[in-house]
């Protein structure tokens, strides 16, 4: 049984939804990655996801574009996190994910990328610009290493191609709740709902919506059509901001204290 599996068991059991909170390694320094990832672990995380900084992250919106700059300032590099998640993996129970382009894993070797992360201990990887009919590049060698590719799909994708996309993976299925970019949002297009219902009735693995998710609010009202919630820039914002105290009632909205 992998994390994921535990993690959602454990889930079921507390009758709570998830809460996947996203940050940026080395946003604040890569010093700060860890006291951050025990936060969201202590304050209950479902999962991490990691990003890696990049130049050209062409899904993100301005708060984690202005995030990966700053960790690229810092001197951020793909390598630097996986030695820092290596270190930081024994401290954490829950799965951790690492979200990056697949640029950044060329330029470093795809071999030695495998190699790292699977050292590092990673459960799985988001990588937005692998269509799923490409990723055999990367599949095998992720799969042997015992990495899961947490797969998207998106308010335009096809029935078929979602139910096809959710047959493969072992993690999670990531339901884009907005068409477009990522950032927070104050409101979503109404046909969200139907659209995390089709979703879950054709997953075999859990459902988490994600994209815009920034209030107490938002988490509850989408938690209530699928699995649970991935909530970044809101995340990240809030790090960057030092209020990291304001990410606790976010995480709160998925417990079965607040489930109503
Ligand atoms: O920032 P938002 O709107 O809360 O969306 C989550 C998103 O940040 C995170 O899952 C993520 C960051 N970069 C991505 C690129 C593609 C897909 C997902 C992501």
Not at 105 to 131: N, R, S, V
Not at 155 to 164: G, N, V
Request: aromatic fraction near 8%; hydrophobic fraction near 40%.
């Amino acid at each position: 049984m992998n994390r994921f599996e535990k993690a959602f068991i454990q889930l079921k059991e507390n009758e709570e939804k998830a809460f996947v909170p996203y940050i940026m390694a080395g946003d604040g320094g890569i010093s700060v990655l860890k006291e951050r990832l025990l936060f969201l672990e202590e304050n209950g995380a479902t999962a991490i996801e990691v990003g890696i900084p990049f130049s050209d992250p062409v899904a993100d919106g301005p708060t984690i574009q202005e995030a990966s700059q700053r960790a690229l300032q810092n001197g951020t590099t793909l390598k630097l996190v996986l030695e820092e998640l290596q270190s930081i993996r024994p401290f954490i129970q829950i799965p951790i994910i690492i979200m990056t382009y697949m640029n950044p894993i060329y330029a470093y070797g795809l071999p030695e990328f495998i190699t790292d992360a699977q050292k590092a201990g990673i459960d799985g990887c988001i990588i937005p610009d692998l269509p799923m009919e490409e990723e055999n590049v990367i599949l095998p060698f992720l799969s042997n290493a015992g990495i899961e590719i947490i797969r998207l799909v998106t308010l335009t994708s096809p029935t078929e191609r979602i139910a096809e996309i959710a047959k493969k993976g072992k993690g999670f299925l990531y339901a884009v709740t907005i068409t477009g970019i990522t950032g927070s949002r104050s409101s979503f297009q109404t046909e969200v709902g139907a659209y995390l219902n089709k979703i879950k009735k054709v997953s075999p693995i859990p459902v988490l919506a994600g994209f815009g998710i920034s209030s107490p609010e938002h988490v509850k009202a989408l938690s209530h059509y699928c699995d649970g919630v991935v909530v970044g820039s809101k995340i990240v914002d809030l790090f960057h901001n030092r209020k990291a105290e304001e990410i606790i009632p976010l995480m709160n909205a998925t417990k079965k204290i607040n489930a109503k």
